[in-house]
């Protein structure tokens, strides 16, 4: 008859096999690519579909994702790298004090257990629909919740009164708690990727003229319509290129194209996106040395 030491001994063999199969299939520098793709495709997904260009139509790379996600996701991890170094040092302090000061172990205890109740019921019964809290808040309240109340267990578990569980136990509260705190952390920052996302969008509406200034010419007309577009015919009527086009912003190349915005693209809500191919049959001068268009 195996005792709960064997038992948990065996939980804790079978979870490092479970693990090392895992990272057999998918190594850890893969498995960070695709989070880091995830987070810069939610982040371009969200920016480009504010100006009105679907994500489909820019035929970006993984490598381009990639790339996109640094920024986005920097700032979060940063946060998250720093609090976690404080709440270590405070952990230290507090497992250090503890001995001689059991009444303040039990008061902070119970302020974690009151805290982690509190901020996990605002996230559930935001996440049902009881209550309304920002998009980045939902999951920042439940992983706040979630990370005090299993720290406030751990705390009364083993300090308060030196209470016990068996390895098994204590295996599965572990897993439990890791895996619930790894989900939650990744809605956080997928979820402050599509916030930074919007507002890159919108910034995009507020100040295009910070976009390279574009002018094309082209062997016939385009038609190129947009608050800011200048049309101008070319006098030569030998020039390979017969029609100007001024008052433009570039947005982006990729795939092939070139993703354009009016200069004045702020100014009306029916501007749209221009998307022309990347060949010889156009050509396109850019310049970043250009003036605030007059609309």
Same mark, same amino acid.
């Given at each position: 008859?195996?005792?709960?030491?064997?038992?948990?001994?065996?939980?804790? #063999?079978?979870?490092?096999?479970? !693990?090392?199969?895992?990272?057999?299939?998918?190594?850890?520098?893969?498995?960070?690519?695709?989070?880091?793709?995830?987070?810069?495709?939610?982040?371009?997904?969200?920016?480009?579909?504010? @100006?009105?260009?679907?994500?489909?139509?820019?035929?970006?790379?993984?490598?381009?994702?990639?790339?996109? +996600?640094?920024?986005?996701?920097?700032?979060?991890?940063?946060?998250?790298?720093?609090?976690?170094?404080?709440?270590?040092?405070?952990?230290?302090?507090?497992?250090?004090?503890?001995?001689?000061?059991? *009444?303040?172990? *039990?008061?902070?205890?119970?302020?974690?257990?009151?805290?982690?109740?509190?901020?996990?019921?605002?996230?559930?019964?935001?996440?049902?629909? !009881?209550?309304?809290?920002?998009?980045?808040?939902?999951? @920042? /309240?439940? =992983?706040?919740?979630?990370?005090? $109340?299993?720290?406030?267990?751990? $705390?009364?578990?083993?300090?308060?009164? #030196?209470?016990?569980? +068996?390895?098994?136990?204590?295996?599965? !509260?572990? *897993?439990?708690?890791?895996?619930?705190?790894?989900?939650? =952390?990744? !809605?956080?920052?997928?979820?402050?990727?599509?916030?930074?996302?919007?507002?890159?969008?919108?910034?995009?509406?507020?100040?295009?003229?910070?976009?390279?200034?574009?002018?094309?010419?082209?062997?016939?007309?385009?038609?190129?319509?947009?608050?800011?577009?200048?049309? *101008?015919?070319?006098?030569?009527?030998?020039?390979?290129?017969?029609?100007?086009? +001024?008052?433009?912003?570039?947005?982006?190349? +990729?795939?092939?194209?070139?993703?354009? =915005?009016?200069?004045?693209?702020?100014?009306?809500?029916?501007?749209?996106?221009?998307? @022309?191919?990347?060949?010889?049959? =156009?050509?396109?001068?850019?310049?970043? @040395?250009?003036?605030?268009?007059? /609309?």
């Amino acid at each position: 008859m195996s005792t709960p030491a064997g038992d948990g001994g065996e939980a804790g #063999q079978g979870l490092a096999r479970a !693990w090392g199969v895992l990272a057999q299939i998918v190594t850890p520098a893969t498995l960070i690519a695709a989070i880091m793709m995830y987070f810069g495709a939610v982040y371009t997904n969200n920016m480009y579909g504010q @100006l009105g260009v679907d994500q489909s139509m820019l035929g970006l790379s993984v490598q381009d994702y990639v790339l996109r +996600s640094v920024p986005v996701a920097v700032e979060p991890l940063i946060s998250i790298l720093l609090v976690s170094l404080v709440a270590f040092l405070g952990h230290v302090c507090l497992i250090r004090c503890m001995p001689s000061h059991n *009444t303040v172990t *039990t008061w902070i205890t119970a302020g974690l257990i009151m805290f982690g109740v509190v901020a996990t019921a605002a996230g559930t019964m935001t996440l049902v629909g !009881w209550a309304k809290l920002p998009a980045v808040y939902l999951p @920042l /309240c439940l =992983l706040l919740g979630v990370t005090a $109340l299993a720290y406030s267990a751990y $705390l009364y578990v083993k300090v308060i009164p #030196q209470r016990t569980l +068996s390895p098994t136990y204590q295996l599965m !509260w572990r *897993t439990v708690f890791v895996t619930l705190f790894l989900a939650l =952390l990744f !809605w956080l920052i997928a979820d402050y990727a599509q916030l930074r996302g919007q507002e890159a969008g919108t910034e995009h509406w507020g100040r295009s003229g910070g976009l390279a200034s574009t002018v094309i010419y082209a062997p016939r007309r385009l038609y190129l319509k947009g608050p800011g577009i200048i049309e *101008t015919p070319l006098p030569d009527p030998n020039a390979m290129y017969r029609y100007q086009y +001024s008052g433009l912003r570039l947005l982006i190349h +990729s795939n092939r194209r070139y993703f354009l =915005l009016p200069a004045c693209w702020a100014t009306s809500p029916e501007a749209r996106a221009i998307a @022309l191919p990347a060949d010889d049959s =156009l050509r396109l001068e850019f310049s970043l @040395l250009n003036q605030a268009p007059a /609309c």
